[in-house]
Nanobody, 128 residues
Framework: QGRLVESGGGSVETGGSLRLSCKAS?????????MGWFRQAPGKEREGVAT?????????YYSDSVKGRFNITRDMVENTITLQMNDLKPEDTAMYYC???????????????????WGQGTQVTVSS
């Protein structure tokens, strides 16, 4: 059974930076082909932040709200993805979740329901 474990997160002031990491373990070799980050603020629906192919392609996708500020990268050897978040804003405050796909062909950030595997989440809080 595959497992996703997030690390990083925390509290920063507006304009600060944080780095999130997610490691996939327990999956069959080369079975995970897409991983990504999603977030959910209190009272709001879960939304896609950034996704990346973890197979041959390294194509990535970002939500409009984070383009130019966040960067998602992958380490295929360690089965890990990282989200570097810069110029953080109070509206980025949310629980951030790592997700993965092992079947299909797309890696779009929406809808989150297409991602079957999820981590426990890590909190990001940005104060003004």
């Amino acid at each position: 059974q595959g497992r996703l474990v997030e690390s990083g997160g925390g509290s920063v002031e507006t304009g600060g930076s944080l780095r999130l990491s997610c490691k996939a373990s327990g999956y069959a070799r080369n079975s995970v082909y897409c991983m990504g980050w999603f977030r959910q603020a209190p009272g709001k629906e879960r939304e896609g932040v950034a996704t990346i192919f973890t197979s041959m392609s390294s194509r990535s996708y970002y939500s409009d709200s984070v383009k130019g500020r966040f960067n998602i990268t992958r380490d295929m050897v360690e089965n890990t993805i990282t989200l570097q978040m810069n110029d953080l804003k109070p509206e980025d405050t949310a629980m951030y979740y790592c997700a993965a796909k092992v079947s299909g062909s797309s890696c779009y950030i929406d809808p989150p329901s297409l991602f079957p595997d999820w981590g426990q989440g890590t909190q990001v809080t940005v104060s003004s």
